[in-house]
């Protein structure tokens, strides 16, 4: 069984997961330095010792023969995902703020990660990931600050869907809204006033609602 990880191992294995599902292969020793700010290449591969001996990740050893740059292999991932299966979850990131110039679900934007239900998710949703609405601005829908919003990633909405925008470093959640050649991201509270969309304005949908999560404050 997979040992607890330190806060920087925790980080270590983030961003290789993400690495590898966000290019379909694991990062060189020489890109978790650079990424991870690692003072040295001696530094990444004491990590990921670490992540070998505690069971989250294999490391293509000298009797398989020499060691590559990219041979890391996810153990704790799947492990987790057999159990998630056999428990009806399934692991959702939580997106933060997002960072300039960085791909949506780039480890620094990931806060947390969060075992959902599958029943609240449609059939065939895949790819789903979380924000966390802050402010009052669509509380006509039901929808409050401090809700999980689960979005399914798609760079377009039709007229009166509920989507997540990306407007510079931050998510936005609003009413989509077209009429002619005028788009705007309408709140569901009369005390916020419509987003109107140019062209020049650095915004794109990332994804439509699908489902939401609120916990209970008593």
């Not at 990921?48 to 060691?67: F, H, V």
């Not at 989507?163 to 609003?174: D, F, I, M, P």
Request: aromatic share 4%; net charge positive.
């Amino acid at each position: 069984m997979a040992k607890g990880l330190t806060d920087r191992q925790q980080e270590v294995f983030n961003f290789i997961v993400t690495h590898i599902e966000e290019k379909g292969y694991p990062p060189t020793i020489r890109e978790m330095q650079l990424g991870l700010t690692i003072g040295s290449l001696r530094g990444v591969t004491i990590h990921l010792d670490a992540l070998q001996k505690k069971g989250y990740i294999d490391r293509l050893s000298a009797k398989d023969g020499p060691r590559t740059s990219r041979g890391i292999r996810i153990l704790a991932r799947l492990e987790t995902r057999a159990r998630d299966e056999e428990t009806g979850l399934r692991r959702m990131p939580l997106i933060g703020t997002i960072a300039a110039g960085t791909p949506l679900l780039a480890n620094q934007n990931i806060e947390d990660i969060v075992a959902i239900p599958n029943q609240l998710l449609r059939s065939g949703a895949k790819d789903c990931f979380l924000l966390r609405i802050q402010g009052e601005s669509m509380t006509g829908a039901h929808i409050l600050p401090g809700d999980l919003v689960i979005i399914q990633p798609q760079a377009t909405a039709e007229n009166g869907d509920i989507v997540a925008v990306r407007l510079g470093e931050e998510a936005t959640v609003k009413k989509f809204s077209r009429h002619g050649n005028r788009i705007e991201l309408q709140a569901q509270n009369p005390n916020f006033a419509p987003i109107p969309l140019r062209k020049s304005d650095n915004a794109a949908i990332i994804g439509k609602v699908i489902g939401l999560l609120r916990g209970y404050t008593g």
